[in-house]
């Protein structure tokens, strides 16, 4: 079974610019959770999809958003980029269940000059 | 709030030197608790979930227990290739977000 993948891997980007970073989940996977990592702050969340709908929310300011398709793919955008935005950003996929175990892809390493 | 805190923050063990870490959390309604490795550049890679206290799971070198504040990952006579940063995540009842503690990084000398 194919894992969940992460387009593009590397990014830079300039303050002010948006980004659109794409996530395909694992198949028969229904829900798709999107993480920041920086080395100062670790691992945070983003959102979560699951069938098309946002079921949960982290605290990351509106710039930030995020959209699922009906094949379960999804992309999260940010706009009106700023420095601090550099991070890697981490897709992961489940079933969809609050115990189902979450499946990381590789990330997309966003650097913002 | 659901929080974590592991520790120690680094480990640096001579190879086959067994060790341990731990990661205490606070968390409404346990859904699980999760573990995961990670390389440095790469997503983190799943190891174990437990989901109830007295639960331990096995791999390899590796076994992860928990109690009701605590998880702790035992590594036995370790090799340089389990040299990575250590992950855990607890998830609370009715969310679909995991938690994460800012990791244990386990540098393994030969």
């Known amino acids: 079974k194919a894992g969940v993948t992460q387009t593009p891997r590397y990014l830079i980007k300039t303050r002010g610019q948006q980004v659109t970073l794409s996530c395909s989940p694992i198949?028969?996977?229904?829900?798709v959770s999107w993480y920041q990592q920086t080395p100062g702050q670790g691992l945070q969340f983003l959102f979560e999809y699951f069938s098309e709908t946002q079921r949960n929310k982290g605290n990351f300011p509106g710039r930030f958003s995020g959209r699922q398709f009906s094949n379960s793919r999804s992309e999260m955008n940010v706009s009106t980029l700023e420095l601090g935005d550099s991070a890697l950003y981490l897709c992961a996929s489940s079933a969809g269940t609050s115990k189902d175990t979450q499946y990381f892809g590789p990330g997309t390493r966003l650097t913002v000059l | 709030e659901d929080q974590v805190t592991q520790s120690p923050e680094a480990l640096r063990l001579q190879e086959g030197e067994s060790s341990s870490l731990n990661c205490s959390y606070t968390v409404s309604g346990l859904r699980g608790l999760f573990w995961y490795r990670q390389d440095p550049g790469k997503g983190p890679e799943f190891l174990f979930t437990?989901?109830?206290a007295g639960e331990e799971k096995e791999k390899e070198r590796l076994k992860a227990t928990l109690t009701k504040k605590e998880s702790f990952l035992h590594i036995t006579a370790p090799k340089p290739e389990d040299s990575a940063t250590y992950l855990c995540?607890?998830?609370?009842?009715?969310?679909?977000?995991?938690?994460f503690g800012k990791g244990t990084k386990l540098s393994v000398i030969p």
């Open positions: 437990l989901y109830s």
């Open positions: 995540a607890p998830r609370g009842a009715g969310s679909y977000q995991l938690t």
């Open positions: 198949s028969g996977h229904r829900s």
